[in-house]
């Protein structure tokens, strides 16, 4: 099994790891359109096959990290070599299907460690530079990244995927979730983008190919419509090249403060997702307090 120091360097050597688990690592030309990524038994060995036509490092070292993932889980192969003896992979929280999202979880969670993501985060403002920057010195894809981001950052902030106009994938922070009428995940994949700078980025397929980037300022309840109070929010989006999808970054300055609305029920229903670690666990008395 993998067990990584504490203290890992970044960019993690994911090739390294790979290798030194005696996974056989090659890139393949011959995985079509719709793969990144593969795994493959061989009798009681492994092999990982990246698509070589993947221009990201990023999202080719996210790929890798989603094939490792399916390997050291083991309890994905009955499912994985149920038909045959090769797993196409189409990382990066597109898939809806549990063992594919399993293996992005995992392939973040090693590629951006916890510590020293927080670290990154503390030295940057809240927004889609800090994405963007992290992103660099992670060497991480942008969507991925920005998931992460949103996952672990104290601040107030929403990572949101759309593609052709509707939310393929949205992550909220928990300052941002415990606001009341938010929600933790308040898009669902297939739910229409709200009316909003990234619907107008979104609905232009050259724009989002050229990786043209937009930002604004916005009240709350153009993204969260069932808050009882609005506040400012910082929206930023940007095209994801050919891949064709938009990735948009929400902050806020200020959001109201949850003690004050007691009488609001808070949203109890918890995450399918197993990977949704820490959420609503936070006692109120050690929460931070709101800016
Ligand atoms: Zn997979």
């Not at 609005?230 to 095209?239: H, N, S, V, W």
Request: glycine fraction near 8%; proline fraction near 6%.
């Amino acid at each position: 099994m993998l067990h990584l120091r504490d203290g890992a360097s970044v960019p993690v050597d994911v090739v390294a790891i790979v290798e030194g688990l005696g996974i056989t690592l090659e890139g393949s030309t011959n995985l079509g359109s719709s793969a990144s990524g593969c795994l493959m038994r061989v009798g009681s060995a492994f092999g990982i096959l990246f698509n070589t036509s993947v221009a990201s490092l990023g999202y080719r070292r996210f790929t890798i990290g989603h094939e490792l993932g399916h390997h050291q889980m083991t309890h994905h192969r009955r499912t994985l070599f149920a038909t045959g003896q090769r797993h196409l992979s189409q990382p990066g929280f597109i898939s809806s299907r549990w063992h594919e999202l399993e293996a992005d979880h995992f392939a973040a969670e090693l590629l951006m460690p916890r510590d020293p993501f927080v670290a990154a985060l503390d030295r940057h403002a809240p927004g889609l530079d800090a994405v963007r920057e992290i992103a660099e010195e992670f060497e991480t894809s942008l969507t991925s990244t920005a998931i992460r981001f949103a996952k672990l950052s104290s601040e107030p902030v929403a990572a949101v995927v759309s593609q052709d106009r509707v939310v393929r994938f949205s992550w909220v922070s928990e300052a941002l979730g415990n606001v009341p009428g938010v929600g933790r995940i308040p898009m669902r994949p297939d739910d229409p983008v709200p009316s909003s700078a990234t619907l107008s980025l979104t609905s232009n397929p050259q724009k989002v190919r050229r990786a043209h980037r937009v930002a604004v300022n916005c009240r709350s309840d153009t993204w969260f419509p069932r808050t009882s109070t609005t506040f400012a929010l910082r929206e930023e989006a940007i095209g994801l090249g050919s891949y064709g999808r938009v990735l948009t970054i929400l902050t806020a300055d200020y959001v109201p403060d949850p003690d004050d609305y007691d009488s609001v029920p808070r949203r109890s229903s918890r995450s399918e997702d197993p990977w949704a670690e820490g959420w609503g666990t936070t006692p109120r008395s050690a929460r931070r307090s709101w800016r």
